[in-house]
């Protein structure tokens, strides 16, 4: 019978967690739960629950669409074609270009930074991150 020295451990649990010796050890007691192992009922709650959910996501741009086309396609494209609106929309495009990719960048630097580290102000950064879940960016008083 061969017994697993600290070196065998070290190796195992490098090839574990892809090689990097990051995680854990490896335990062979850890039970893998996998998203199979819920019961039926558990699965088809959550996933109707999910489907009724991304059911209601179009209404707001269906509804859009429909106001914007209440008085005629003719109405619309002249409301659309008027220099004013197209300047509108071109610097909206402009700052989504702008934002986008900045938010990507910003947004992925964060949650790494507050999944992997501890560090000081690490609680304000998450508040930072959750505060537009909590506050309405369109409140009105």
Request: glycine fraction near 8%.
């Amino acid at each position: 019978m061969h017994s697993i020295t600290r070196s065998d451990e070290a190796e195992l649990s490098s090839v574990m967690v892809g090689g990097s010796g990051w995680g854990p050890p490896y335990d062979s007691t850890v039970v893998d739960l996998r998203a199979t192992a819920d019961p039926a009922w558990a699965r088809t709650l959550i996933l109707g629950a999910t489907l009724v959910f991304m059911g209601f996501v179009p209404l707001p741009l269906a509804t859009v669409f429909i106001e914007a086309l209440a008085q005629g396609v003719r109405v619309y494209l002249a409301a659309v074609t008027n220099p004013e609106a197209r300047s509108a929309i071109r610097l909206t495009l402009l700052v989504a270009s702008i934002a986008v990719p900045l938010n990507v960048i910003f947004g992925l630097a964060g949650a790494w930074a507050v999944t992997r580290f501890d560090f000081r102000g690490k609680n304000i950064l998450n508040a930072l991150i959750d505060l537009p879940f909590a506050v309405s960016p369109s409140s009105r008083e």
